[in-house]
Every structure is written in structure tokens, then in C-alpha cells.
């Protein structure tokens, strides 16, 4: 029989107003900044976040700091709602207003992996189910979502602080053992919570988060008919090589299709 409780949270996400610390840098790319806008419509749009997931790109005059929305739903962010952070998460240019309080996923990922250039963070639904059930693990089922490899690592969250959590990335220590989960990998996914997705650029970040979602919807289905039949690993490096090439095809169009034009 099932006992139901109340949460005793701790107040750990009920953060305290963010303060700005340092001085703004020099002005980021024009049409990275344009990037970064586009790509929260077209996360939007095509499903993988609602009002609720974020996306950050490393700022490209100084790698140490990133640049993300204020916190808002993804799809109504404009130019004039980017922020640029500090790698400990802490805005620089934030004026008072709200930040994500789950900035520490992309700060953490920035200082680990100096090779990741834009984070994607959402709870797509489609991914949820693999971060429940341990003894399926989420894998490339399909050549557009070979990234994800054989075996993408899940984040438990109660590993760092125990069993009284909220679930959410809220500080610089959980940050860290969720870049510490992701390892070198493309996608982590996080129990009950959602899953976190990396790139190159802004465009393969948000190309690897919606074929994440896209890999899961067909991994799921396959399930139901029987044993399924992934990718192996060295089909996964070869197709990703390929499928790396065809990351602006997709972009444009969600692009058009995230400003109403197709
Ligand atoms: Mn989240």
C-alpha cells in the first residue's frame, strides 16, 4: 500500500533574487545573440520545451561566460531578454531580473566540457520514460538520433543529496555532478525531471534535443512490438558523422516554420 506524504522542501529552489557580479564583457556576435533567440522559438515550436526548459551559448568573446534568457517561457524571448552569466551561474547583466534557477546545468557543462558551445535543457515528454525505468536504457534507435550512442547516462539526483530534493539544478554542486554524469556524452537524461542536451553550436544543440525527443517517441513504439534492434556503437559514430553535416537543413526550416512562414 502506497503512504502519500508531504514534501518537506528545504526552500533549496526558492532562490533569492540573483545579483549581478562582475561587468558585462564585450558585446556578444549580433547574430549569435539572433541565434540564441530563434532557438527558443524553435524549441517551442517543435515540442521540446514549454513554458518551461532554456537554452544557453557560450559567449564567443569570452568563453568563460554564456548567454541565456532571463527566466520567461522560451517562446515570447527576444533580443532585449538575453543575459550574460559568469561560469559560477551567476548573472552579469541580469538588472534584477529573474534568472532560470536551473542556470547551474549550463554553467557546470560550460567549465567541464570546453568543447560544448550551447546547452539545451528541457522535460520533453517523450524522453521522461527512460529516465524512469532503469532497465531500459535510452539509445539511438534511429540514424537522426545516432548522437545519443548506445547508452545515454542518466542523472539520480538523490546520489548528490539525498531523498528530500525538488528534483531541479538549483546550485553549483549539482550542476556539477550532472556535467559529471553527461561525461563526454550528447544527452543526459534526469529522473522525473527531463533531460539536458549538448552541442557545438546553438543550431546541432537544439538539432540533438528535438531528435532526442523524435529517438524516444520511436524507441517507445518499437518497444511495444517487441525486442528491439538499436544501432551499434559503430553505426552510431558513422551516422553521426554524416547526420552532423545535415544540422542547417533542418535549422532553416524550423526556423521558418517557428516565424509562421511555412
Ligand atoms: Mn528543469
Not at 539525498?162 to 538549483?170: E, H, K, Q
Given at each position: 500500500m502506497c503512504t502519500s506524504g508531504h514534501g518537506s522542501a528545504d526552500?533549496?529552489?526558492?532562490?533569492a533574487p540573483a545579483v549581478d557580479r562582475g561587468a558585462p564583457g564585450p558585446a556578444a556576435d549580433a547574430a549569435l545573440i539572433a541565434d540564441l533567440v530563434i532557438a527558443n522559438r524553435i524549441l517551442f515550436r517543435e515540442g521540446v520545451v514549454d513554458a518551461f526548459g532554456h537554452v544557453s551559448v557560450r559567449h564567443d568573446k569570452r568563453p568563460d561566460r554564456f548567454l541565456m534568457a532571463r527566466?520567461?517561457?522560451?517562446?515570447?524571448?527576444?533580443?532585449?531578454d538575453i543575459v550574460e552569466f559568469g561560469d559560477d551561474g551567476?548573472?552579469?547583466?541580469?538588472?534584477?531580473r529573474p534568472v532560470y534557477l536551473e542556470r547551474f546545468i549550463h554553467s557546470e557543462i560550460f567549465r567541464a566540457r570546453p568543447d560544448v558551445m550551447a546547452v539545451v535543457h528541457s522535460h520533453s515528454m517523450a524522453v521522461l520514460p527512460f529516465g524512469l525505468v532503469r532497465s531500459v536504457p535510452f539509445r539511438a534507435v534511429t540514424h537522426m538520433g545516432?548522437?545519443?550512442?548506445t547508452c545515454a547516462p542518466v542523472f539520480e539526483i538523490r546520489d548528490v543529496v539525498?531523498?528530500?530534493?525538488?528534483?531541479?539544478?538549483?546550485n553549483r554542486k549539482l550542476g556539477r555532478a550532472l556535467a559529471e554524469c553527461l561525461g563526454q556524452g550528447t544527452v543526459c537524461l534526469m529522473r522525473g525531471h527531463g533531460s539536458t542536451a549538448v552541442g557545438n553550436s546553438v543550431k546541432q544543440a537544439v538539432f540533438r534535443a528535438v531528435y532526442t525527443e523524435q529517438n524516444a517517441r520511436v524507441l517507445s513504439e518499437a518497444s511495444r512490438l517487441g525486442p528491439v534492434e538499436g544501432l551499434s556503437e559503430a553505426e552510431t559514430r558513422t551516422a553521426t558523422r554524416v547526420i552532423d553535416g545535415q544540422v542547417n537543413r533542418a535549422w532553416d526550416m524550423w526556423r521558418m516554420r517557428a516565424e509562421g512562414k511555412v
Open positions: 526552500g533549496a529552489s526558492v532562490a527566466n520567461m517561457a522560451p517562446a515570447l524571448v527576444t533580443e532585449q551567476e548573472p552579469v547583466n541580469a538588472a534584477g545516432s548522437f545519443i550512442g539525498g531523498d528530500d530534493n525538488d528534483l531541479l539544478i538549483t
